[in-house]
């Protein structure tokens, strides 16, 4: 990305969504499970069903706004307690909870707004939270070229809490370094002091 530039950011792929489709589909799966949608109640649950999911699986698109580090700031930038909202690919059920995204400027900086739109942005469609991690750390670190990334995503599973094992309130950390936050022991501890997570 050229200096003064905006990267316009798009889900990919771009697929189609055919919500009249996915409504049918909704309506023969509850009544496969022996849920009737007779009811005046239910009547409208496929086709609500069809446009939640269809909800968690489309990211707003968005301009990525970089600025030149004009002032040479190279201390580390953290957004903490960022929400995250995704669907757990192995039983299309939610996970929800918070990322900590920071990173070690090089020569641009990030709008702060767009740390919370890059996780939204690979949040948007069926997950697991090892690969929603490192996918944050991994674009920022192509597309910002900073010194250094951090990302850390806390959430509960409710394939987890709800169903299975029913582990309630149970709680999965999933980390990614890159750069200096990785291979510099300092920064690595700064970045998990201030993120509020314990390293050790």
């Not at 990525?64 to 059920?93: K, M, Q, W």
């Not at 929603?132 to 990334?149: E, N, S």
Request: contains cysteine; charged residues 20%.
């Amino acid at each position: 990305m050229t200096p003064g530039t905006a990267l316009r950011v798009v889900h990919e792929p771009d697929t189609g969504i055919d919500l009249d489709a996915a409504e049918r589909a909704a309506g023969q799966l509850l009544r496969a499970l022996g849920i009737s949608t007779d009811s005046e109640s239910l009547s409208g649950t496929p086709g609500r069903m069809a446009r939640a999911y269809a909800e968690l699986f489309t990211p707003r698109p968005f301009d990525l706004t970089t600025f030149p580090n004009e002032e040479g700031y190279d201390e580390l930038v953290l957004a903490r307690a960022i929400p995250v909202r995704s669907v757990c690919e192995h039983h299309l059920l939610p996970f929800v909870g918070v990322a900590h995204v920071g990173y070690l400027p090089g020569q641009r900086i990030l709008g702060l707004s767009k740390l919370a739109r890059i996780v939204e942005h690979f949040a948007c469609r069926p997950q697991v939270q090892e690969r929603l991690t490192k996918q944050v750390a991994d674009w920022l670190c192509a597309h910002l070229d900073p010194k250094g990334v951090g990302v850390v995503i806390e959430a509960e599973h409710s394939c987890m809490t709800l169903r299975g094992v029913q582990a309630t309130g149970a709680c999965t950390v999933t980390s990614t370094l890159l750069g200096t936050l990785r291979e510099d022991a300092r920064s690595r501890q700064e970045f998990f002091s201030l993120t509020g997570v314990n390293s050790a």
